[in-house]
């Protein structure tokens, strides 16, 4: 069993940075890959950025590359979204993810467990 907890949600204005932290509570957390997801208002829900289990690896949509970064501390049992150079586009409610299967298998279907979401806000 894992619990996310997302944090850092906030209002800020375009190309302002913001950092987001999803907590785990749980022995296996780095058993787990991650991802971080976001659904916008009225729109399907969309990946943003996976990382492997001991982080090694990371990947990101297109619409993120460059601009936000994805990592994790599994001592902590955390995982953090450093996102920089903020687009109105980017306004979402922002969900952590964790799963144990192949980790090419980043649908949001295939996601073991869940956070609740933290509001990500950006005026242009």
């Known amino acids: 069993q894992v619990q996310l907890v997302e944090s850092g949600g906030g209002l800020v204005q375009a190309g302002d940075s913001l950092r987001l932290s999803c907590a785990a509570s749980g022995r296996s957390f780095s058993s787990y890959a991650m991802a971080w997801f976001r659904q916008a208002p009225g729109k399907e829900r969309e990946f943003v950025a996976r990382i492997t289990w001991i982080g090694g690896s990371t990947y990101y949509a297109d619409s993120v590359k460059g601009r936000f970064t994805v990592a994790r501390d599994n001592a902590k049992n955390t995982l953090s979204l450093q996102m920089n150079s903020l687009k109105p586009e980017d306004t979402a409610v922002y969900y952590c993810?964790?799963?144990?299967?192949?980790?090419?298998?980043?649908?949001?279907?295939?996601?073991?467990?869940w956070g609740k979401g933290t509001l990500v806000t950006v005026s242009s």
């Open positions: 993810a964790a799963w144990k299967g192949d980790f090419r298998d980043y649908a949001a279907e295939n996601m073991d467990y």
